[in-house]
C-alpha cells in the first residue's frame, strides 16, 4: 500500500532522509522508530504529502505523492488520520464537538456526524463522555478521543505521532489494546512513530529503524527485538 523506493530528503547540506526503500502493507501496523533527530517526523510528514521530498519515490495506493495536484492531495490527505502526543483537541469545545469537526469542514450532513461519532465513541468506549470538555477527562480518555476524531473520514492510514509517549505505562496498554482492536476491526494500516521499544514490542507487527537518517534495520518485530 506504501511502497518508499530510494527516498532522500535534503535541508540544504544536511541529509535528513537517506536512500530509504520501505514498503508498507495494507492493514500492516508498522512502527518508526529512532532517537530523537533520526528523521522519523520527517518521515512521517512525507507519507501523509505534509513535506516534499528531495528525490525518490513515496508511492501510497500506486499514486507517487509529489505528483499529486494541490485538490488531489487535499483528498488523499482525507484518508490519513493522525493522532499526537498531546491529542491537539480544542480546550472549549466538546468531545462531540470535537470529533464532529473534521466531517463539519468537509460538509457533511447533521445526521451523518451524530451517527458517526455516536459509532466512534461506543468504539473507543467514552459514550458517557460525550458533552464533556478535554480538561475534564484523562490523559488515556483525551487520546481516546483525538483517535475518533481521527477516524471519522474513515481513512486507510492512521498515522500515530508518539502519541503514548504522555501517558503512563498501564494507559499506554490501554490505547495500544485499542489501536490494535481498530486495525483489526477496521483493516486501518496503522503506522506508528515512537522512540519507546516498548510500544514497538507490544503492537507493532513489522518496524523501520532510523538513525541519523539511515536505515539501521528493517523487518518484523520478532526478528528484530524478540528473538534472542
Ligand atoms: P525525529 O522525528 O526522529 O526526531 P526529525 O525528522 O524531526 O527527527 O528531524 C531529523 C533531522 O532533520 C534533525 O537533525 C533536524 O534538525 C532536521 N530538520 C528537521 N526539520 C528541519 C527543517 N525544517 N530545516 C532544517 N532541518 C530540519
Ligand atoms: P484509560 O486507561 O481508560 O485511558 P485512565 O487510566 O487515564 O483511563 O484513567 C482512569 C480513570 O481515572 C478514568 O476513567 C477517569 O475518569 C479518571 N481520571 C484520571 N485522571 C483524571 C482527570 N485528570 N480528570 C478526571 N478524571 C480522571
Redesign the pocket.
Known amino acids: 500500500m506504501i511502497n518508499i523506493k530510494n527516498l532522500n530528503k535534503h535541508y540544504g547540506d544536511t541529509k535528513v532522509l537517506n536512500d530509504i526503500s520501505i514498503d508498507i502493507k495494507k492493514g500492516e501496523i508498522f512502527a518508526i522508530v529512532g532517537h530523537s533527530g533520526a528523521g522519523k517526523s520527517t518521515l512521517m510528514r512525507c507519507i501523509n504529502g505534509l513535506e516534499n521530498y528531495t528525490n525518490g519515490s513515496l508511492k501510497v495506493n500506486d499514486k507517487e505523492i509529489k505528483d499529486l495536484q494541490k485538490n488531489e492531495l487535499r483528498e488523499f490527505r482525507k484518508n490519513v488520520g493522525m493522532i499526537f502526543q498531546h491529542f491537539s483537541l480544542i480546550q472549549r469545545k466538546t468531545v462531540f464537538e470535537n470529533i464532529a469537526l473534521p466531517m463539519q469542514l468537509w460538509g457533511y450532513k447533521k445526521e451523518e456526524i451524530l451517527k458517526k461519532v455516536n459509532d466512534l465513541l461506543i468504539l473507543v ?1 467514552l459514550e458517557e463522555k460525550i458533552d464533556s470538555y478535554p480538561n ?6 483525551k ?2 478521543v483525538a483517535i475518533a476524531r481521527a477516524l471519522t473520514l474513515d481513512p486507510d492510514i492512521l498515522l500515530s505521532d508518539e502519541a503514548t509517549s504522555a501517558l503512563d505505562p ?2 499506554t496498554t ?2 495500544l489494546n485499542l489501536l490494535k482492536q481498530i486495525n483489526e476491526k477496521l483493516n486501518i494500516t496503522i503506522i506508528l512513530v515512537t522512540h519507546e521499544m516498548e510500544v514497538v514490542k507490544q503492537i507493532a507487527q513489522k518496524a523501520l529503524l532510523l538513525d541519523h537518517g539511515n536505515i539501521i534495520g528493517f523487518d518484523t518485530t520478532e526478528e528484530l527485538f524478540l528473538k534472542p
Do not use: D, V
Request: glycine share 24%; net charge positive; aromatic share 0%.
Open positions: 468506549g475534564q477527562l484523562s490523559g488515556g480518555q487520546q481516546r498501564n494507559t490501554s490505547i
